[in-house]
């Protein structure tokens, strides 16, 4: 069993997954039927959402922080729901800026909007537990389908690879990084380049995340999409689509 803590955000690049790669690992040919929109078809691929998914949710740190701040409830998560394709946690994470710059334009932010913060503080514990039972499912969906990790990150945080979450992204057949690619979910373009890496169509995939704002995108295109809001909820939902785990 996979386990520990995902130290800040992990550079995934790092463990030997460039965003710019065709897939390694040999996929398994196999397909689940699935009733979608009235419309029977197969699946063949299960995507996944890192943070908030696989781990617990990166939010969990900023409520945190907000409370040992006495700062306004939700502030952080409002803030980066603002101007959410231009401000600097986006350009952030497809690497149009640096971390430095991160800071100042993120704390100049936060004081446009009202409140003061430290931007190396409130990153500095960024981080969240692998989720045992949602490794597991990676695993069994990897050896019964195409699988994706779609993740939106950055570079220059300075945080270590750790082995247990190169393992776990090992589990993978393709990992996506905003950071790499210059682009970052909700833009259509992260799904559609997930399906051509993998050779699947978008009707054919199944992707989880915690954020309905990712989600939206990617079932207009015709994916099955679960809302990851508990884990046993989403891994329920999840097999109820896919059918049960592989237990050999």
Known sequence: MVGGRWAAIPSFVDAGRAADRAPTRAAPPVGRIHTWRGTRVVIRSVMFDFGGVVTSSPFDWFERY??????????????????????????????????????????????AAGFALDARE???????????????????CSRRFKTACLTNN???????????????????HLVLESRELGIRKPDPR???????????????????????????????????????????????????????????
């Open 66 to 111: 907000e409370r040992a701040q006495g700062l306004p409830p939700g502030c952080i998560r409002r803030l980066n729901a603002t101007n959410p394709d231009t401000n600097a946690w986006a350009r952030l994470e497809r690497s149009e800026i640096t971390f430095d710059q991160f800071c100042d334009e993120f704390q100049a932010e936060a004081a």
């Open 122 to 140: 409130a990153m500095a514990g960024l981080s969240g537990d692998l989720r045992p039972e949602m490794v597991d499912v990676v695993g069994d």
């Open 154 to 172: 950055f570079q220059g945080f300075g945080a270590a690879q750790r082995d247990d979450i190169a393992e776990v992204l090992g589990l993978f």
């Open 190 to 248: 992260i799904y559609r380049i997930a399906c051509q890496r993998l050779g699947v169509e978008p009707t054919e995939v199944v992707f989880l995340d915690d954020l309905g704002v990712n989600l939206k995108p990617a079932r207009a295109l015709g994916m099955t999409t679960i809302k990851v809001v508990d884990p046993r909820q989403a891994i329920d939902e999840l097999y109820a689509t896919v059918g049960p785990p592989d237990l050999g």
